[in-house]
């Protein structure tokens, strides 16, 4: 049997388009162009997957997310939200609600179809505890292009992702979130990333938590400091992703 899947997009010729190519891909397709049609729409339909524009009426992509999840009707169907404005923090707050990928416009159509395959193969996330198979990263940063890009190279590596733009936020995000990795800056606001370090070093349930430091000092004694205070690794900006990718996914191994 097709799978079904439901595309809410107040764009009606983007909308069309992206239809035709679904139903070429042998998937049914069903419509909704504003946030109340799209709930009535998922609740009737039952679709096996939902692609949500985040701008539109009646309350907007938001919105409708917001009522996906409070329906136990809805609440199981994977979202993959598409915009054209992919801010990291519309990103994190997507993916805060349950939204399991998210795609900025303009795309490639073949990118689409295979993160629409990966949705409905691996179905809606599981929230968090030890039975989660996803590992968490928290990344700290306060450049927001610097944020960005890890949180697109990680999470198309299969990473769930979680970000912070200041110390104390990545205090709050840790204790929080329980990552089981941080990537950490070292000049931040409020607190800066050695006493954030210092901070999760001495507390026995987040000590263990692999800390990878991210930042533009190169002088030994910076990287000396950050190591003594429990980093396990030590990235310069700028950076590879594919070499920081390389570092995470052999301690994550480990």
């Known amino acids: 049997m097709a799978k ?3 595309i809410v997009d107040d764009d009606r010729q983007i909308a069309s388009l992206l239809a035709s190519r679904l139903r ?22 039952k679709p096996d997957l939902i692609l949500l524009d985040i701008r539109m009426p009646a309350g907007g992509g938001l919105s409708a997310m917001d009522n996906f999840r409070k329906s136990a009707k ?13 801010s990291p923090k519309i990103r994190q707050k997507v993916k805060d609600m349950g939204a399991v990928d998210f795609i ?4 490639e159509a073949e990118d689409m179809l295979s993160r629409i395959e990966k949705a409905l193969t691996e179905g809606s996330p599981r929230k968090g505890g030890s039975g989660s198979m996803t590992k968490k990263i928290l ?8 944020v960005e890009l890890l949180q697109a190279r990680l999470e198309k590596n299969g990473y769930g992702v979680i970000v ?16 089981d990795l941080i990537i950490l800056d070292i000049m931040l606001p409020k607190v800066d990333g050695y006493n954030v370090c210092k901070t999760l070093r001495s507390d026995e349930k987040y000590k263990a938590i ?10 030994t004694q910076d990287i000396k400091m950050g190591m003594d205070l429990g980093a396990v690794s030590y990235v310069q900006k700028p950076f590879k992703p594919e070499v920081l990718l390389g570092i995470i996914q052999g301690l994550l191994k480990a």
Do not use: C, H
């Open 104 to 107: 900025a416009k303009p795309f």
């Open 74 to 86: 809805t609440s199981v169907i994977p979202v993959i939200v598409i915009t054209a404005y992919p």
């Open 4 to 6: 079904k899947i439901l």
């Open 210 to 219: 692999p800390i990878v430091m991210l930042t533009a000092r190169t002088l």
């Open 164 to 179: 912070a733009y200041d110390g104390q936020e990545a205090l709050d995000k840790t204790y929080q979130e329980n990552p």
């Open 139 to 146: 990344v700290v940063d306060d450049e927001s292009d610097t």
């Open 24 to 45: 070429a891909n042998e998937y049914e397709v069903v419509m909704a162009y504003d946030a109340v049609q799209a709930v009535a729409n998922a609740i009737s339909e």
